[in-house]
């Protein structure tokens, strides 16, 4: 299959630019918190002389202007890809995702190559020679150094390494002075010192060559380039280092032998300005750009309102509620209301418990190759896959265990399992079921994971002839059960009955995991039930751990005209509890409905990395025409969010990694835009797979 047009998506570990000066300040102050807590780091800048040569790309539109590109074009009929070219010839600004030229800066600009496309005239890919040159005078000096930072894309598929070399005739012949390994570099940011100082007393030519011979390869972004010159074996001029030393809201707390420091004992939801110096033997530096954060509880949830617009009979709307684990031990959480507890004591129009072994009104769909079986965590849990028991202390469920079965491309599990049949009548029906699906690797897609795989929940209301998907975002952590609900009504109110399905598949004969359900009921709720909450109970992992977030999805179906009421969700966990309002019939999402927000804001998205969605909050101060749009690294809009007319409010979307022609993206770094009339901002997300 020919390879399509690749999103530039990488994680970047950014280290400072470079002053000559004696006393180097640290940069780039971070902070992650905790309960109490917030962890800082930093990096620590150097200098091995005078700058000479200085260039971070500040600017994305004169990115590619600032220094002299020469690609090689009598290897291919029709050349594309090298230096500030995109793979199918295009010519790209810059890269992007770096950390700013200035400690505190905004911009985040790159140098970028790129592998080729095909060549037209004889439709393969093209291979590619291409150089960014700049110069330097090291007449003077007797020492020199090349400094840079790199990153690359895709680099398992580079056909040969990159260079940086040196010439001092003009560029009639280089030197290599540094080889660029694409697989050692990988995805990750590599910060390089390269001494020159046997060129020195000469004007140089220097030049990042990427060099790919096949065409099919890698993205190489380089930034920070600076050229020293110096006094031989002088090296590193920053002074005698001491220690770092660490200041809160102004004020010395500690102090820091290597660049982590973590500042304890604080107070939950108060925000904790920092700053860091280096201490050396000759005095203290400046301190870093100010970076403030605050630390949280364990357990955290976001919104603490919910607004619904006001419903007309048959509507349904959905919102996003986030549970957040900020703790160091696994979180079991449960959410209860009346109308909740009401859908739970429904009539059941479809049951199976599968406690006497069977597959109750389930039916293994003939001729997929696999089917669910009944059986308990005994019996069925394998070498990587381990089935805990149902949260209910239940014993058998139904199953499929891909682990067990192993990788087969030729036989992939696909097996679904069908309802009965199911009456719809004159109230909403409801769908309710215990899961445990741990998908640690992601869902399937043009850049699956190695043991991905996917479940989803069908309804079909032609007796199977046909099936609409309802969800296949679902992922219970690994590894603890969860329990679902969905409300069928907005599918099922034209139809006399219906069923459901559930499908598993593990990408095409991936090793996968597998999964498992239990008590599954469709029921059917009273005239009046228009709430569901999914999942309504599971656990929220430690932080920084596998979901410790989780996106709980809140429906509200209007059972009449101009529905509007109000209802509290009770959020339990521990000796954690947590009441949020939800209201139908409102229009601001905040602690008080009635009051419009004073500023505009892009809040950052949750959660962050993300898989399969994230969900992003903006506030509107006024009356606006609002964009919110998706970015890849380098500047190219890949998804639309919002492109309207809103009134002043707070708004939660939310976007699951589509592009909009509705086609999977890559995981890595990507950014988000807000722009109105009177406000511009942007934010950076991740999406992992």
């Given at each position: 299959m020919m390879k399509m047009l690749k999103k530039l998506t990488f994680f970047i570990v950014i280290l400072p630019s470079l002053h000559s000066q004696e006393l180097c300040p640290p940069a780039y102050l971070e902070t992650e918190f905790f309960d109490q807590k917030v962890d800082l780091y930093w990096t620590q800048t150097s200098s091995y002389g005078d700058v000479i040569f200085d260039e971070c790309f500040s600017s994305c539109s004169t990115a590619s202007d600032q220094m002299t590109i020469i690609s090689d074009t009598?290897?291919?009929?029709?050349?594309?890809?090298?230096?500030?070219?995109?793979?199918?010839?295009?010519?790209?600004?810059?890269?992007?995702?770096?950390?700013?030229?200035?400690?505190?800066?905004?911009?985040?600009?790159?140098?970028?190559?790129?592998?080729?496309?095909?060549?037209?005239?004889?439709?393969?890919?093209?291979?590619?020679?291409?150089?960014?040159?700049?110069?330097?005078?090291?007449?003077?000096?007797?020492?020199?150094?090349?400094?840079?930072?790199?990153?690359?894309?895709?680099?398992?598929?580079?056909?040969?390494?990159?260079?940086?070399?040196?010439?001092?005739d003009g560029g009639e012949t280089w030197d290599s002075v540094y080889v660029s390994i694409p697989d050692s570099v990988g995805d990750y940011f590599w910060f390089n010192t390269v001494d020159i100082s046997e060129y020195a007393g000469n004007e140089i030519m220097f030049a990042f060559r990427y060099y790919c011979t096949l065409g099919y390869g890698e993205a190489w972004f380089v930034d920070e380039i600076k050229v020293y010159g110096g006094d031989a074996g002088a090296g590193n001029v920053c002074g005698e280092f001491l220690h770092y030393n660490v200041y809160m809201d102004g004020?010395?707390?500690?102090?820091?032998?290597?660049?982590?420091?973590?500042?304890?004992?604080?107070?939950?939801?108060?925000?904790?300005?920092?700053?860091?110096?280096?201490?050396?033997?000759?005095?203290?530096?400046?301190?870093?750009?100010e970076a403030c954060d605050a630390p949280m509880g364990p357990f955290q949830v976001n919104p603490n309102a919910m607004d619904f617009n006001l419903l007309a009979d048959g509507d349904y709307q959905e919102l996003i509620m986030n549970i957040e684990n900020f703790d160091t031990l696994d979180a079991d959480f449960a959410i209860s209301s009346i109308e909740l507890s009401n859908i739970d004591a429904a009539q059941n129009l479809v049951l199976s418990e599968f406690e006497d072994g069977t597959l109750g009104d389930f039916t293994n769909v003939p001729d997929l190759g696999e089917e669910w079986t009944v059986g308990d965590s005994a019996e069925n849990s394998s070498t990587y896959l381990p089935f805990p028991s149902p949260p209910d202390g239940s014993q058998n469920f139904a199953l499929y265990n891909d682990d067990a079965a192993g990788d087969d491309p030729f036989n992939p599990a696909t097996p679904m399992l069908v309802s009965n049949p199911a009456f719809s009548g004159t109230a909403p029906s409801f769908l309710v079921f215990d899961l445990y699906f741990p998908n640690p690797a992601g869902p399937c897609g043009p850049e699956q994971a190695s043991y991905a795989d996917d479940f989803k929940v069908k309804i079909s209301i032609d007796d199977g002839e046909s099936w609409i998907l309802i969800d296949s975002t679902m992922a219970t952590g690994v590894w603890y059960w969860a329990s679902y609900?969905?409300?069928?009504?907005?599918?099922?109110?034209?139809?006399?009955?219906?069923?459901?399905?559930?499908?598993?598949?593990?990408?095409?004969?991936?090793?996968?995991?597998?999964?498992?359900?239990?008590?599954?009921?469709?029921?059917?709720?009273?005239?009046?039930?228009?709430?569901?909450?999914s999942p309504y109970r599971g656990n929220v992992s430690a932080f920084d751990g596998y979901n410790d977030s989780i996106a709980v999805k809140v429906g509200a179906y209007g059972v009449y005209d101009e529905f509007s009421i109000e209802d509290e969700l009770i959020i339990e966990s521990g000796e954690n509890i947590v009441s949020i309002q939800v209201n139908v019939g409102a229009t601001v999402v905040g602690n008080d409905p009635a009051i419009t927000p004073k500023e505009f804001a892009l809040h950052q998205n949750y959660p962050n990395p993300f898989n399969p969605e994230t969900h992003i909050q903006f506030d509107l101060a006024e009356n606006s025409n609002v964009s919110v749009s998706i970015f890849n690294l380098v500047g190219q809009k890949v998804a639309t969010l919002v492109n309207d007319k809103m009134d002043a409010g707070v708004y939660h979307i939310k976007w699951n990694g589509v592009d909009d022609l509705g086609q999977p993206l890559p995981s890595g770094m990507y950014f988000y835009e807000m722009r109105t009339q009177a406000y511009q901002a942007v934010k950076k997300l991740v999406l992992v797979k």
């Open positions: 009598t290897l291919c009929g029709e050349c594309s890809g090298g230096w500030f070219r995109y793979s199918d010839g295009t010519d790209a600004d810059c890269g992007s995702g770096m950390y700013p030229c200035d400690d505190g800066g905004e911009d985040d600009y790159s140098a970028y190559a790129s592998y080729s496309g095909t060549d037209s005239t004889t439709g393969l890919y093209a291979p590619v020679d291409s150089r960014m040159i700049g110069t330097a005078d090291l007449t003077e000096y007797t020492a020199g150094y090349i400094e840079f930072i790199e990153a690359y894309n895709y680099a398992a598929d580079a056909s040969h390494n990159n260079y940086l070399e040196v010439s001092i004020v010395m707390i500690g102090t820091a032998d290597s660049e982590y420091f973590s500042a304890e004992g604080l107070e939950n939801d108060v925000e904790y300005c920092f700053e860091v110096t280096t201490a050396y033997g000759e005095g203290e530096s400046e301190p870093t750009a609900m969905y409300n069928l009504e907005p599918y099922v109110s034209e139809v006399s009955s219906f069923r459901v399905g559930f499908e598993y598949t593990d990408c095409g004969g991936e090793w996968g995991y597998g999964v498992a359900i239990d008590n599954m009921a469709i029921k059917m709720g009273d005239s009046f039930t228009w709430l569901t909450v």
